[in-house]
């Protein structure tokens, strides 16, 4: 499975955008990037998903470098509902397995 | 619209006792079904995951074992739980490709004593 890298944790206050990174140097051509977030104690949530172009949901954007090689979460205005634990993932889509494979996610902390 | 039940929410054991944990998905059909854990403070480690009745693909050999004995039924089991089998586990499913979302349930907390 291609692998994803993200950072350990980050940090925002309250009402600012947050960019969260993630790095997929070796995504393939069928590969989607998939985001999701879990709170404590909870399942995790699905937030955005893309290929090739930027996409843009209720809950957040999702910005694809043009290499495919990168991609960022942004959250537009961060709200304390926002702390959680966010997953970059790939999924390929060119098979009916699917199967996501979570790493270690950023653990981003919001401050009033 | 799809939901996905999951139960119990928790769930103490002691040792070498057997396992069972069912999660099933309504409002679907030939879904992909995952069974995840959780060890406190890591991420989430797939543990099996099924593309029909009858067929699992396990990530990592372990002590568990996991059958879908029908479309949306999906169980995860254990002859002898060992103390390392505590965590909280997570029953997903997703339609059939990648480029769609998946979707969990609330989780299993286990605590094997």
């Known amino acids: 499975d291609a692998k994803t890298t993200q950072p350990n944790s980050m940090e925002s206050n309250e009402e600012e955008p947050v960019h969260l990174p993630c790095n997929h140097s070796t995504i393939s051509g069928t590969d989607y990037i998939h985001w999701y977030r879990q709170l404590p104690s909870q399942g995790p949530e699905y937030v955005i998903h893309?290929?090739?172009s930027n996409v843009n949901n209720r809950m957040a954007s999702l910005a694809i470098a043009e290499d495919r090689k990168s991609s960022t979460l942004i959250l537009h205005r961060a709200t304390l509902r926002d702390a959680a634990v966010y997953y970059c993932?790939?999924?390929?889509?060119?098979?009916?397995?699917?199967?996501?494979?979570f790493g270690q996610g950023t653990i981003l902390t919001v401050h009033p | 619209s799809q939901t996905i039940h999951q139960w119990p929410a928790t769930l103490v054991q002691p040792v070498g006792s057997p396992l069972s944990l069912e999660c099933t998905v309504e409002g679907t059909s030939n879904p992909n079904l995952y069974w995840y854990r959780q060890a406190a403070g890591r991420g989430l480690q797939l543990l099996f995951y099924?593309?029909?009745?009858?067929?699992i693909s396990s990530e990592v050999p372990q002590n568990l074992s996991a059958s879908r004995p029908q479309d949306r039924q999906f169980i995860l089991s254990s002859k002898k739980l060992l103390l390392s089998d505590s965590g909280f586990y997570l029953c997903a499913w997703s339609a059939r490709l990648g480029n769609t979302e998946a979707f969990f349930g609330q989780g299993t907390r286990l605590t094997v004593v």
């Open positions: 893309g290929l090739t």
């Open positions: 993932i790939l999924r390929d889509g060119g098979t009916s397995y699917g199967k996501l494979t």
């Open positions: 099924s593309v029909g009745i009858g067929q």
